[in-house]
């Protein structure tokens, strides 16, 4: 090998490094780019939250969160798993739509939507592992021991598989990106097999996060403990991701506008009225449902004490408000009601997580509502790792295809 | 007030002649103080006087079990030695220990010698002082620590 | 049941046959496979009325399972002025609670495992941490525990605590049922230290059989209620009372079937959706492509004519 040889080939690696991730600027030029309010702000953020994190893995969990034996799982469980899977659910209805339905006009949307599904899993398996109490044998419910009547078993598996999924769902993405056209035709190939993998795996674990809590009949409250709990968390996983959806992309449009492309900028209204009446029809059943599981269990006289107030509240107040804000802005052909009212259904469905892991378990313990208020320390991992999930997203959408399509590969799709 | 003295004044003469009577029936086999010390590795033995709880008691069976005169052969029910009745007292009782030893699961119906004795204690004795009220309640009247022998008399 | 006793069912199985095989009788193998549970599993009778408060169950089994000082030492009654719990240095604690019917005579409960029939722990455990043992001990290995923490969302009563003070092994604690003690013909600790009578051990249905027999014959003394006989399907240890059981911190609203049976239409499922969706979807799949084909033919056609 020759001198020459080697500096063109250093000269390449540098140009397709400048180009590739620091988006065809130089070092200098790079870092002056970074400083944004917004990253400032997240500085700040991961600046006071990555110890804390690090504490607890030095000091143990008692040194985060309130170690409490009543309420073994908090906020990172119930912001983390139970409130970040029903939002990643857009990978799999994105790519049921399109790949087996054959809704093509969402083309620009899919990518977006997987990369999500993609990230709010990771993310949720990072929050697990701060949870975990020996984080290192993850991989322990693969491997040496098989609780196959447990519904954890269950959420394990599926999420390890569906993390893989979507990964490979991503991957031509990545591939496009790094312009590896050999393996990116093989990875395009067993697509329609992993949307169906996908939508397998997310039908079950999507309704195994409600069945954990089929186990503890004595714990939740009996307005939000029902046989249907599987039902309702799978049917608000699917408006919960079409929501998602259109509050990503718009997002997107707004702090990431120069990295999407026209085809992506020009369909998103119209993508968007589109999502929003598949969301609206999804709520309205959501919404429906739940009064069934009130029936069913005869429930009505609950609904007159605190908590059947809290209950109404959630039903009404984070479902049906926010579905006739759709609506009304579906009627009106008013694209900005619409995406508020999906904002709006995201935080719906948070509030319903929560409810369900946090503020309706262990209802009937004394000092129940003064329990559940997490130690700050806590709060400020879920903000950390917020704020990290939100920059790896950023910082993806920024190099990768998502919003935008690759020139140079797409042709031969 | 009348009440109390009528009480006490039927204590003071029945209660000696009760046991008058049950001594002078007694007198082959009079029970006499016994001295339990099956723990003694943890307390001081315990030192029971057959004397003043009979006196207390007015009899044998509040402690002891017994069977009406014309009951069938112990042998019958119990997997007993009858000959271990004549020693005793007044021919009807024996020592709980001839029964009751370490319990056994496959009978749990049968108390073991401790929770025997036990029981037959708490029925006069919990809620006197702190009995059963405060764990210390066992080491002020009955099990003195080991070397820390302080009784506190009874009120 | 799925494959929750499938070791044994496996072992059964075999036995079965090769029984059948060598008995030349097949009756057993079409008999209609069904667990019961362990049938001779042992049991802890505790009768509340005799309980006096004296700790000395908290204390043996502090000695016997070699568990870290207590805070507060076991013959301190101030102890009983707040409602405690098992933690993870104890296995056990006592509670004082007033008594209703006499004042004077505060009635006290012990708490621990109860070792359930069919344990919502076990059933929760992803790892399968948790063996309920013929003899009626639920046992947890720390091995195989990764802390998740499910086991102790789905105790019904608040057993299973965890040791988060530790960083690098952390573990799940709670009462093992002096399990090896057990197994060399011994009672449990807590049960040969209650010098009152109020822990019975033996076999599970002998003291159901006593349990009954000690209601009937004191009708005024307890309440006529075995805590344990059907809770969540049967626990192996039983209590009795003289006050109601909810007065006493017992969870009063707990099914009487085992707590794995209100997941088991769920995990029933499963398989339809692995096998159901495939199909249907690929038929969708399939369906789409082939309108989306015959357009395009459509379109060709049009084409040519022109």
New interface residues.
């Given amino acids: 090998m020759n001198q020459n040889e080697t500096m063109d080939r250093e000269f390449n690696f540098r140009s397709w490094f400048m180009d590739k991730l620091l988006m065809g600027m130089t070092w200098p030029e790079y870092l002056r780019s970074l400083i944004t309010p917004f990253n400032i702000i997240a500085a700040a953020i991961l600046v006071v939250g990555i110890p804390i994190i690090a504490t607890r893995?030095?000091?143990?969990?008692?040194s985060v969160?309130h170690?409490s034996?009543?309420y073994?799982?908090g906020l990172i469980l119930g912001w983390g798993l139970f409130g970040g899977v029903p939002l990643s659910a857009t990978g799999f209805v994105m790519a049921?739509a399109y790949?087996?339905?054959?809704f093509k006009r969402y083309k620009p949307l899919v990518r977006l939507g997987v990369l999500t599904g993609f990230m709010g899993y990771f993310f949720a398996v990072v929050y697990l592992l701060v949870d975990?109490?020996?984080?290192w044998?993850?991989y322990?419910?693969m491997f040496?021991?098989?609780?196959?009547?447990?519904?954890?078993?269950?959420?394990?598996w599926h999420v390890a598989t569906y993390l893989t999924v979507q990964f490979l769902e991503f991957s031509p993405a990545i591939l496009e990106w790094i312009q590896a056209r050999r393996v990116y035709k093989w990875a395009t190939f067993i697509t329609?097999a992993m949307t169906?993998a996908g939508?397998?795996l997310s039908?079950?674990h999507q309704?195994?996060l409600g069945?954990?809590?089929?186990?503890?009949?004595?714990?939740l409250h009996p307005l939000w403990y029902s046989?249907y709990i599987?039902h309702f968390f799978l049917a608000s996983s699917i408006y919960a991701a079409l929501v998602m959806v259109i509050a990503v992309s718009t997002l997107c449009a707004r702090f990431l506008r120069h990295r999407a492309d026209r085809y992506f900028l020009d369909s998103l209204d119209s993508l968007t009225m589109g999502l929003g009446k598949g969301a609206v029809v999804a709520m309205y059943v959501y919404f429906a449902l739940k009064w069934v599981g009130v029936a069913h269990d005869n429930n009505w006289a609950l609904l007159n004490t605190p908590y059947g107030h809290w209950f109404l509240v959630e039903v009404i107040g984070f479902v049906l408000v926010p579905a006739l804000i759709i609506t009304l802005g579906l009627k009106a052909n008013a694209v900005p009601l619409v995406r508020f009212g999906a904002f709006y259904a995201v935080v719906g469905i948070l509030v319903n997580r929560l409810n369900v892991s946090i503020v309706a378990?262990n209802w009937?313990l004394p000092d129940h509502l003064h329990h559940i208020i997490p130690p700050w320390k806590e709060v400020m991992i879920v903000l950390t790792l917020v704020t990290i999930h939100i920059l790896v997203f950023r910082w993806i959408v920024s190099r990768m295809p998502v919003i935008r399509q690759e020139e140079t590969i797409h042709e031969t799709h | 007030m009348k009440k109390r003295l009528i009480i006490l004044l039927i204590l003071v003469i029945a209660v000696p002649i009760l046991t008058f009577k049950v001594y002078s029936e007694e007198s082959a086999n009079l029970p006499t103080v016994r001295i339990l010390s099956s723990i003694s590795n943890i307390y001081e033995p315990v030192k029971f006087d057959h004397s003043i709880h009979t006196m207390y008691a007015g009899n044998c069976m509040t402690c002891h079990h017994e069977h009406p005169n014309n009951a069938n052969q112990c042998k019958q029910c119990h997997n007993i030695d009858e000959s271990l009745f004549k020693k005793t007292a007044v021919g009807h009782f024996i020592a709980c220990s001839s029964c009751h030893a370490e319990p056994d699961p496959s009978n749990p119906a049968m108390p073991g010698l401790k929770v025997a004795y036990h029981r037959k204690c708490f029925q006069c004795h919990r809620g006197m002082g702190k009995i059963g009220i405060d764990p210390k309640g066992c080491t002020e009247l009955c099990h003195a620590k080991k070397g820390n022998i302080k009784k506190a008399s009874i009120k | 049941m799925g494959n929750r006793f499938s070791r044994r069912d496996f072992l059964k199985t075999t036995a079965l046959v090769g029984g059948s095989i060598l008995a030349g009788g097949l009756k057993d193998a079409f008999a209609y496979k069904e667990f019961k549970g362990w049938t001779k599993s042992y049991g802890m009778l505790v009768d509340l009325t005799q309980c006096v408060g004296c700790r000395s169950c908290e204390k043996a089994c502090n000695e016997v399972n070699n568990l870290p000082k207590p805070d507060v030492p076991f013959d301190d009654a101030s102890v009983f002025e707040i409602e405690r719990r098992p933690t993870a240095k104890a296995y056990t604690v006592v509670n004082r609670y007033e008594n209703p019917k006499d004042k004077g005579k505060p009635v006290y409960r012990k708490i621990q495992c109860n070792h359930c029939n069919e344990p919502a722990c076990f059933s929760a455990c992803p790892i399968h941490a948790y063996t309920k043992t013929p003899e009626g001990a639920v046992l947890y290995d720390p091995d195989k525990c990764f802390g998740c923490r499910y086991c102790m969302i789905a105790c019904p009563f608040y057993v299973p605590a965890y040791d988060y003070e530790s960083a690098l092994q952390p573990k799940i604690v709670k009462c093992i049922f002096c399990y090896p003690r057990i197994k060399k013909n011994m009672l449990p600790a807590c049960a040969e230290a209650c010098p009152t009578g109020t822990l019975t051990f033996g076999k599970r249905k002998d003291l159901i059989k006593l349990a009954r027999k000690k209601i009937m014959e004191n009708p005024d003394r307890y309440i006529d209620h075995i805590y344990g006989e059907h809770e969540v399907g049967g626990t192996s240890w039983l209590y009795i009372s003289g006050v109601p059981f909810e007065h006493l911190g017992f969870p009063t609203n707990l099914p009487t079937k085992p707590l794995i049976e209100q997941v088991k239409g769920f995990l029933g499922a499963v398989p339809v959706v692995f096998t159901v969706w495939p199909a249907l979807f690929g038929m969708c799949y399939a369906a789409v492509r082939h309108r989306m084909e015959t357009k395009e033919d459509k379109k060709e056609k049009k084409e040519e004519r022109k």
């Fill in positions: 893995f030095i000091y143990g969990l008692a969160t170690a034996y009543e073994p799982w049921t790949y087996i339905f054959g975990l109490g020996r984080p044998r993850i322990y419910p040496v021991g098989f609780g196959t009547a447990s519904v954890l078993f269950l959420v394990a329609i169906i939508i397998i039908t079950l309704s195994a069945a954990l809590f089929l186990l503890a009949p004595g714990k046989s599987p378990f009937n």
